[in-house]
């Protein structure tokens, strides 16, 4: 990419999106490109093949999608299928009809089987059932994946795929009913520990383990594969970091000052029970990660209580 190219950050206001534009301004990229929801739906074709027919950005980095923790995604499976199809179907058509230069785009780790061997090679996609609490999620993005490869056989159409492990850091997600685990169990615990709660709870029975991603590094990782990664293939992201859930809870837990109770309800679902995805492919390539569980726990925690009041 060129410094003074335009570059469309789709879904600028989120997590990945907020991070790319941070990292990328900071690399020295002076055109970035960026619209809010309120301007310009992704989810309405018109008005996607308007903006793009307007401002015919160079590269696309379409980081926009409806995400959600488990209870989310398992209470709204239909926004979750319909939102993301409609926003990914849009963004990638648009590019090409423009003659954008290259697509990046963001799925996601849950994109592979429930039960798979670990760590989880890229090829193993499709062989085998995906976890049923956030089986629309993960078939929107295997249909993104695929819309890029199909995109690039038919029409030489240079879009990748990115999957990254599971995903947290500053300007997350922290409400309690829509969060991925690590800002849930933060904003859990600080309200346990303000509101003098004797105990928090959990849900299964903590056993899982998950790949945690710091989002500054997936920002880096994906600008680093705009610019040297052109294969069709998707290609996983993550940070060789792997820990239970309860082994988690428990770092939050002092991480926050909580001297309660943690609670297990095992009535409650664990979720795909491991996920480590192989990020060989990735490494060979020369990319690595720079920030340590330690230090992007510690600035997402510090990030949540100087923003508590919009989650809280």
């Known amino acids: 990419m060129n410094k003074h190219e335009k570059i469309f950050v789709a879904g600028h206001r ?4 907020s991070s790319l534009v941070r ?46 923790g488990i209870n989310y995604n398992a209470t709204h499976p239909a926004d979750f299928i319909f939102d993301n199809l409609a926003i ?16 990046l785009f963001l799925g996601s780790a849950c994109i592979y089987p429930k039960v798979t061997p670990q760590p989880i090679k890229e090829e193993y996609l499709l062989t085998a059932p995906l976890e049923p609490t956030n089986e629309p999620y993960a078939l929107a993005k295997i249909a993104g994946l695929r819309m890029c490869q199909a995109y690039h056989k038919q029409f030489g159409f240079n879009a990748i795929s990115v999957m990254p ?6 300007n997350d997600n922290f409400h309690p009913d829509r969060c991925h685990v690590i800002p849930g169990m933060i ?7 303000v509101n003098n709660l004797p105990q928090v709870e959990a849900w299964g029975d903590g056993t899982p383990t998950r790949e945690f991603l710091y989002v500054d590094d997936l920002a880096d990782a994906c600008i680093f594969l705009m610019n040297y990664y052109d294969s069709p293939d998707h290609i996983n992201i993550g940070s060789d970091v792997e820990i239970t859930i309860k082994d988690l809870s428990d770092i939050i837990k002092k991480k926050i000052g909580y001297e309660g109770e943690i609670f297990w309800n095992i009535n409650k679902p664990n979720g795909t029970p491991r996920r480590k995805i192989d990020n060989e492919k990735l490494f060979s390539l020369g990319w ?22 919009r989650f809280l």
Request: proline residues 2%; contains cysteine; hydrophobic residues 40%.
């Open 14 to 17: 989120g997590l990945v999106g």
């Open 23 to 68: 990292r990328l301004t900071e690399l020295g990229y002076s055109n970035i490109l960026v619209v809010d929801k309120e301007k310009v739906d992704l989810r309405f074709q018109t008005a996607v093949n308007q903006f793009f027919e307007k401002e015919k950005p160079d590269y696309v980095f379409l980081a926009a999608a409806k995400v959600g």
């Open 88 to 103: 990914q179907n849009n963004v990638i058509n648009a590019a090409w009809h423009v003659n954008c230069k290259k697509l």
């Open 165 to 170: 492990a599971n995903l947290y850091g500053i």
């Open 187 to 193: 904003n859990k615990f600080y309200n346990a520990k």
């Open 288 to 309: 690595r990660p720079k920030v340590s569980f330690e230090e992007g726990l510690e600035r997402s925690v510090n990030w949540f209580i100087a923003n508590k009041d």
